[in-house]
């Protein structure tokens, strides 16, 4: 615990301006992010008397070991930067809202040439329009589905649009009248897009008119004696009105406007929106947070406010924003949504009428949502609590594990060698700390030299960064940089004997994770050089934090060669236990009998799970990596060859075959190929080995190409595996 005097600032050193402010700890971790319109007098009041503080507050600057700030010019861009940071360093002792990208939304991909419907997750993605978000997603196919009868867009995937395409037969909802069929141009692009454009404009709330319209032709079928057509239309009408029932009229005047309720006590706060568009609720969210700083009720709003909106612009930051209080100051937050809006936005706090009564309604929500919330955790936090402790008595640790690391080693009969390392932290997944190992300081399949060389690149990383803070003492870095395969100016600490990094000792990031310099991500530096781990970034380094558990899936020998790799980095003060599968024992370093934990025990349950995890997530990488291998070619080897040239050689050609025996003179017929290109494109395959001849898995036959030559499997190099042989090597591959 560190006393806040000793990293305050000195007097005079803060300056009396706008800006926002990072507290660290002692590994460079950014944990809080605030923002000031005076930073000399927010900062001050971090640095009084421990016991005038909140205990949150307390809590947070004796963790923290320094503090720095950045001057803006204004309180709209210190909101903006706040936003940022938050987002980049995820404090922890910010408030965090749970993330939303579980949602479903209702999207048109308007940047595809044909738009098509459909429900998607996630990032929002440029030229895309959304509607919701939706409580689930078979409430937005109950409404796609009875719109498609009036808006009959298309609604498939690329792969089943291309195959209709091909064989010119559309799809079942072609067939009845539920989609245009664009895919067999039984309607133009053009013809589609407007179709699509109607559709949103009747999603986004403009329904009056378009209803009024459908009228109109109806009678004029009728009267022209077109029962048939009439009929048609009174039906699309029908559909129409039903698929608006479903989201009742709850502003009479047309609003468009979100809502935004919460419901708090001492611990937590949950938040509510309603997203209400020309006067429906088309939409609605929620989130719930650890208060684990002391804030009240405005700024709780704030943030929900930077939660949905920083990210958005235009139309979807709606004119009007209403909120239980409102923050202090309002104006720089209200600039700030007029400036992502690009036109005026209100936001104010609902006195009378319609508005009024449907905040409380959302406010009924809020409250629902942190009752039921604090029902299910109770259970959670008491079962994840046992579940620790349990594994501490179990293996004789001092205190509950609350980071837990598990590595697993996968691969296919030696090939494809790959391990995977997944984080647990206070019981749950934390995904965005996994990562993945290329197993490349030897060949074959050996899952002990495997497990020591994935723990000692592992933890060489930890080494390097405690170097890098000062943290490390008594160790000199080992040769001459051998520990440092990009070659920075200092290696990482590592003791007497111990293996060097092999070669190419770059960790795979996990997708899903942000990639910095110096976290061991593709082409980032490694080590411990300046470049490579930068303070002013402020990212979290990816192998900066100890566990105080390591598990490996295995026996004896895998936790023998784990803690082979830690003595040999000279590392004490972090405990090792594996999980064999055969019987699910817990194994200890040096000890001849496992521990064996109840098969009801909430701690075993727990290791089974982090175990499980990195099985699957090592299995996916290498199946990734084998798959990648199997649909490489000659023409991947070509250097500066990029995927569309690649591309527009094939479909020039038809085959790799037909490529293989083409002149240099026209190769360089295709667009974009130049004669230095063509040669070397001629070289590589003629130094390629032909592929072997494609086979009919189900007929056995050689296939052949319309010239009467068998094909070949150019695109995937190798012999061709059967759908038998790929059955047979799921069951060898772990």
Not at 224 to 239: C, Q, T
Not at 296 to 324: C, F, I, K, M, N
Request: hydrophobic share 35%; glycine share 10%; proline share 7%.
């Amino acid at each position: 615990m560190a006393d806040p005097s000793s990293y305050r600032p000195r007097p005079g050193e803060i300056p009396d301006s706008p800006g926002v402010y990072r507290f660290r700890d002692e590994h460079r971790r950014v944990i809080y992010v605030g923002k000031a319109k005076s930073l000399r007098q927010r900062l001050a009041n971090y640095f009084q008397d421990l016991a005038g503080l909140h205990p949150r507050t307390r809590t947070m600057v004796t963790t923290a070991a320094s503090v720095e700030w950045t001057v803006v010019s204004t309180e709209v861009e210190a909101l903006q930067l706040e936003y940022s940071w938050i987002k980049e360093y995820d404090p922890r002792f910010n408030v965090k809202y749970r993330d939303d990208k579980s949602y479903p939304y209702l999207a048109v991909t308007m940047n595809e040439e044909f738009p098509r419907v459909q429900v998607m997750r996630g990032q929002k993605k440029k030229g895309v329009r959304y509607f919701g978000p939706y409580g689930h997603a078979w409430a937005i196919r109950d409404t796609v589905d009875l719109l498609l009868r009036v808006f009959p867009v298309r609604t498939c995937s690329a792969g089943v649009f291309k195959n209709a395409a091909r064989t010119g037969r559309p799809c079942l909802l072609g067939y009845i009248g539920k989609c245009s069929a664009p895919c067999v141009e039984r309607i133009s692009a053009e013809g589609h897009r407007e179709l699509a454009e109607e559709f949103c404009d009747f999603m986004a709330g403009r329904t009056g008119t378009y209803l009024r319209r459908l009228e109109a032709r109806m009678g004029e079928a009728a009267e022209e004696m077109e029962y048939e057509r009439a009929a048609r239309l009174r039906d699309d009408i029908g559909a129409l009105r039903k698929a608006m029932e479903k989201s009742a009229v709850v502003l009479a005047d047309a609003t468009d406007a979100d809502l935004i309720a919460v419901a708090e006590d001492e611990l937590e706060a949950a938040v509510q929106i309603f997203h209400v568009r020309g006067g429906r609720v088309r939409g609605q969210r929620g989130w719930v947070t650890d208060k684990v700083e002391e804030v009240t009720t405005a700024a709780l709003v704030e943030h929900a406010l930077q939660q949905l909106y920083g990210e958005e612009s235009g139309d979807a930051v709606p004119r009007e924003v209403l909120v239980p209080a409102l923050p202090e100051p309002v104006e720089p937050v209200q600039q700030w949504l007029t400036d992502r809006r690009g036109s005026g936005v209100s936001l104010r706090i609902p006195q009378r009428g319609d508005k009024k009564a449907l905040m409380e309604t959302v406010q009924r929500n809020a409250q629902q949502a942190l009752v039921l919330h604090k029902t299910k955790r109770a259970s959670d936090l008491t079962t994840r609590s046992r579940a620790l402790e349990e594994i501490a008595g179990a293996l004789g640790l001092d205190s509950a594990p609350l980071r837990i690391e598990c590595y697993d080693v996968s691969h296919l009969q030696g090939d494809d060698v790959v391990a995977s390392m997944v984080v647990f932290e206070d019981g749950l997944a934390r995904k965005s700390e996994y990562r993945r190992f290329q197993i490349k300081g030897f060949r074959g399949q050996d899952d002990v030299r495997s497990m020591h060389e994935v723990i000692t690149r592992r933890f060489r990383r930890y080494l390097a960064e405690k170097e890098r803070t000062g943290e490390w003492a008594g160790q000199e870095p080992a040769g001459d940089g051998a520990g440092d395969p990009h070659g920075s100016p200092a290696g990482p600490p590592v003791a007497a004997g111990a293996p060097a990094a092999p070669p190419g000792d770059t960790p795979v990031a996990f997708p899903g994770a942000p990639s910095a310099p110096g976290n061991g991500g593709a082409g980032a530096p490694a080590g411990g050089g300046p470049e490579g781990l930068k303070d002013e970034d402020g990212r979290p380094r990816r192998f900066a934090y100890p566990p105080q558990l390591v598990v490996v899936d295995g026996g004896q020998p895998q936790v023998a060669a784990a803690q082979r790799a830690l003595d040999e980095l000279g590392i004490d003060d972090i405990a090792v236990c594996g999980l064999a599968k055969r019987l699910e024992e817990v194994w200890l370093p040096g000890d001849d009998d496992p521990v064996v934990l109840s098969r009801t025990s909430e701690g075993l349950y727990l290791l089974q799970r982090v175990r499980d995890e990195a099985h699957r997530f090592a299995i996916a990488y290498q199946r990734a990596k084998r798959a990648k291998r199997f649909r490489s070619g000659p023409l991947d080897d070509v250097p500066g060859l990029g995927e569309t040239r690649k591309q527009a050689l094939l479909k020039h050609f038809g085959s790799v075959k037909k490529l293989r025996s083409a002149t240099i003179d026209q190769i360089c017929e295709v667009p974009g190929i130049g004669r230095k290109t063509a040669e070397t494109v001629a070289v590589a395959l003629a130094g390629a080995a032909p592929a072997a001849p494609a086979v009919n898995t189900a007929t056995g036959e050689i296939m052949e190409d319309e010239d009467g030559a068998p094909e070949t499997t150019a695109d995937a190099p190798g012999e061709p595996v059967s759908a038998g042989t790929q059955d047979e090597r799921r069951g060898q591959e772990r």
